[in-house]
């Protein structure tokens, strides 16, 4: 048998499997695939690494957040797991529902609702504006501070990005197809939020999108007329409000001395100062016995430092630390830009919510109130966050799943089947080139 036959008769033997293997698909499909089988698939594909990490710190918040709020619960509702702790659990088993369900749904689907999902952003933005509830001098919440639209924002300000970045990657150094474009959206999404006024989620919001117009390929001239830009905003912004210039005279201040700093970030240090390197035990703070405010949510890093110790936050830190390698390692993974970006916008997203809390935690910036991802008490906060997890697994399922019946018979459709060129001529993801193709 010559060569050419031979290379026949292998081509025969793959389109009759690949027959086979559409009839049995096809069944499979019309009936349902066995669930036994889907939870293989999905276990297969699942991330356990950032998985790993996301369990993790969702166990360590709700030991936290029963440690800050087992006292006042007891007072309050007359049991110890009373509304703040059963509340948590309740907003803990949602979010991973819904991290189930964007880990399963292919993540491009999403990216058709990315432009409307802004603009309802929006319209939910100025709604708070002025009909949303005052809590903490912030006209920020809906619903008895259970929703709160800046946190959406946050996650929208990545869906949206991520699906325009991904599509015109060859315009992103230009001004008027680039720059200005982006300006408009996360100045128009950051201005409602200080609106409320919300300094920190607004911060979040444009250091995120920035974050991935960078990766995108900006201009780097571009980005630090951007970034003097946006200082210049925030002097403006920092004059016009008296209390941010209170927080940052105190700031200032307690670089000469930590006891003229403010109320809240002494006593978050003074909580640090008890807990040691290995803390005072599980349950025995004191801090949150109404010295430290807010103990179950902005300050429960300091709870986590005071109980746990410096190893205990370390660890909390080092769990951060995990969560960005391998964030950013799913992007390099990604088939597509939208995935790409997705990932990187996510990672950068929970990093700097967290910096941003750890650092106002132990006096590097001034006070302002940021939850701790994963571990804080809060609905809204943590199940946007979990949702974004869900897509990053979804990102890295796409990425390693088998390819389907009709993909594989793509492929062969595709292929070229003259003897001397089998290579086929399109170019996929995770393809390299070849050194004959690198000579033509």
Not at 208 to 224: E, I, P, R
Request: aromatic share 10%; charged share 15%; net charge positive.
């Amino acid at each position: 048998m010559t060569e050419r036959a031979m290379y026949d008769a292998r081509q025969r033997r793959i389109r009759r499997r690949i027959r086979r293997g559409a009839g049995f698909a096809a069944v499979n499909d019309e009936g349902g695939r066995s669930l036994s089988f889907q939870r293989r698939h999905l276990l297969a594909t699942l991330d356990k690494p950032l998985a790993a990490v996301v369990v993790l710190l969702l166990a360590i918040g709700s030991l936290m957040v029963f440690s800050a709020t087992w006292d006042w619960s007891n007072k309050t509702y007359g049991s110890a797991t009373g509304f703040f702790f059963e509340e948590h659990l309740r907003n803990v088993g949602l979010s991973a529902l819904a991290l189930a369900v964007f880990a399963t749904v292919d993540y491009r689907f999403w990216k058709r609702f990315a432009f409307g999902l802004l603009l309802i952003t929006i319209v939910l933005l100025l709604a708070v504006l002025e009909f949303g509830e005052v809590r903490f001098g912030a006209q920020r919440s809906f619903a008895d501070g259970r929703f709160q639209p800046g946190e959406l924002a946050e996650f929208t300000i990545v869906l949206y990005m991520a699906a325009w970045l991904g599509s015109t990657k060859t315009r992103i150094d230009s001004v008027f197809l680039g720059l200005l474009p982006f300006l408009l959206v996360v100045g128009t999404v950051s201005f409602l939020i200080l609106e409320q006024p919300d300094l920190s989620s607004a911060a979040i919001v444009a250091l995120t999108a920035s974050v991935m117009y960078l990766v995108a390929g900006a201009n780097l001239f571009q980005m630090a007329a951007v970034g003097g830009l946006a200082g210049a905003v925030g002097l403006v912004v920092i004059e016009s409000w008296p209390y941010a210039q209170r927080r940052i005279a105190d700031f200032l201040a307690g670089f000469n001395d930590v006891t003229l700093s403010d109320y809240h970030t002494l006593q978050a240090i003074t909580a640090f100062l008890r807990g040691g390197w290995i803390g005072v035990g599980i349950g025995h703070s004191e801090q949150k016995f109404g010295a430290l405010p807010a103990p179950h949510t902005d300050s429960i890093f300091a709870i986590i430092g005071e109980e746990l110790g410096v190893l205990g936050a370390a660890i909390v830190v080092a769990l951060y630390i995990v969560f960005a390698i391998r964030g950013f390692q799913l992007a390099r993974r990604a088939k597509d830009n939208f995935g790409s970006l997705l990932c990187v916008g996510f990672t950068a997203w929970v990093i700097i919510q967290a910096l941003l809390n750890i650092a106002v935690m132990t006096g590097a910036i001034p006070s302002t109130g940021v939850p701790l991802p994963f571990i804080s008490f809060g609905g809204s906060s943590l199940m946007v966050v979990m949702i974004g997890v869900g897509l990053m697994l979804s990102v890295n399922r796409v990425a390693t799943r088998r390819k389907s019946t009709s993909e594989r018979r793509s492929d062969i459709a595709s292929f070229d089947r003259s003897w001397r060129n089998r290579r086929a001529r399109l170019s996929r993801a995770g393809d390299r080139p070849s050194a004959a193709a690198g000579q033509q």
